[in-house]
């Protein structure tokens, strides 16, 4: 159970899809600091400054429309960074495999597979320690 697990985790895919979550946590708590630090203040200026720059008030009810504004602005970095850090890179690259000047993904030999198929053929035959082994049929003629 331990080693099915222990490959699990160790595949290339689970330990890139952890290093993505943790950039991101890292990456959104940056750009939200950035968005409270600098652009609520500034679209707030922008408002008319004051306690209630970018807010107004009607019937006792407040409307914080800086904050919006702010939190579109940050929306619209984000994406842009991450359509320019991630998404044209990614483009790039595929368009250059597909053009033939970068090779894909290195693919396993023959020898390699040969070795998984032995391999996964005598852990089938192990089989479980109390499972009884079947024997081949014969057929009678």
Known sequence: MFRGFKDFLLRGNVVELAVAVVIGAAFTAVVDQFADSFLTPLVNLAGGGGQLGGAFEVDGQVFTWGAFVSQLVTFALTAAVIYSLVVLPMKALVERRSRGEEPGPAQPTQVELLAEIRDLLRAQQ????????????????
Do not use: K
């Open 126 to 141: 192990a089989g479980p320690a109390t499972g009884a082994r079947r024997e081949p049929a014969s057929g009678g003629g």
